[in-house]
């Protein structure tokens, strides 16, 4: 079963503190994905990455950066956190198979106070 | 811009009912639709639809894909406590495997 790993159920951290996200995949996918969930507008992709250093900007990706240094590993940077960038965040990997499914960590609940 | 609609948002009802959950999809692209269930964790895989009028079911559950209409729907008989969570749509448009998602329905299945 693939397992995607994120290192923190729950965050808490104050507004302008910089905030890594870390999430670890053990299936060797290239593609990996950062997603924010917030009630009544699903999910939404902030960065996405197809290989090793190789990243791209998805439709949300102001105010974040990401990091893709090893291909199991791909970290959400926010440089400095604001009370909007509360919000449950979900990492996602999967092979270069143009039909396969995401696998999707449990999420990372961050509020910023 | 590409945007898949869910309807509706959210939907109460009594174990032993049937339920339909609607998705809608605006795209340049079309490669595939995917739903997913979250409950309180990770959203787990359903089913991927990409031909038209073929029925994909699992258990209670199934889905079809309608590109004429450009939707799909995920049906769920004989509902269940367990089949209470948040019912995820999403389109795939190109060949890298991103997905863009829909705003999601929240069913909750009352004993």
């Known amino acids: 079963d693939v397992k995607v790993t994120q290192s923190s159920r729950y965050l808490v951290k104050r507004t302008g503190e910089k905030v890594f996200l870390e999430c670890v995949q053990d299936?060797?996918?290239?593609?990996m994905f950062w997603y924010r969930q917030d009630p009544g507008l699903g999910l939404r992709l902030i960065y996405f990455?197809?290989?090793?250093?190789?990243?791209e900007k998805g439709d949300i990706p102001e105010g974040y950066s990401v990091s893709r240094e090893k291909k199991e590993r791909f970290s959400l940077i926010l440089e400095s956190a604001s009370t909007n960038q509360t919000s449950m965040y979900l990492c996602?990997?999967?092979?270069?198979?143009?039909?396969?499914?995401?696998?999707f960590g449990n999420g990372t609940r961050l509020t910023v106070t | 811009e590409d945007k898949v609609v869910q309807s509706p948002l959210s939907l109460v009802v009594h174990e032993g009912d049937t339920v339909t959950l609607n998705c809608s999809y605006e795209v340049t692209n079309f490669r595939s639709l995917l739903w997913y269930k979250q409950e309180k964790k990770a959203p787990t895989f359903l089913f991927m639809l990409?031909?038209?009028?073929i029925e994909k079911k699992s258990g209670r559950l199934s889905s079809i894909l309608d590109k004429k209409e450009l939707s799909s729907i995920l049906n769920i008989t004989a509902t269940q406590t367990g089949d209470s969570a948040i019912y995820l749509c999403?389109?795939?448009?190109?060949?890298?495997?991103?997905?863009?998602f829909g705003q999601g329905t929240e069913l909750s299945v009352k004993p």
């Open positions: 299936m060797d996918h290239e593609n």
């Open positions: 999403a389109y795939r448009g190109d060949q890298g495997g991103k997905l863009i």
């Open positions: 990409t031909s038209s009028g």
């Open positions: 990455s197809y290989d090793v250093k190789m990243k």
């Open positions: 996602a990997s999967s092979p270069p198979l143009p039909h396969s499914p995401l696998h």
